[in-house]
């Protein structure tokens, strides 16, 4: 996985790992001007990250070990 990056260099209208200056973590995007918090509603007044990271690659179909 990637390293953590300043929110500056994040890529507007991806999905990412946002992380803020109380060390919390949560799912964001850009939209309208702001980063939102994606979960139950889209909201950024409590969360305005300061660094970022894009999401890891989905999980295979495949056990390691060669099984599925």
Request: proline share 9%; hydrophobic share 40%; glycine share 8%.
């Amino acid at each position: 996985m990637s390293e953590w990056q300043k929110i500056e260099t994040a890529p507007k209208g991806e999905l990412i790992i946002g992380y803020d200056a109380d060390g919390m973590m949560r799912l964001v995007f850009w939209e309208a001007d702001e980063w939102l918090t994606v979960g139950m509603d889209f909201s950024s007044y409590w969360f305005e990250p300061t660094h970022w990271m894009p999401l890891p690659k989905p999980p295979t179909n495949q056990i390691e070990g060669g099984e599925s």
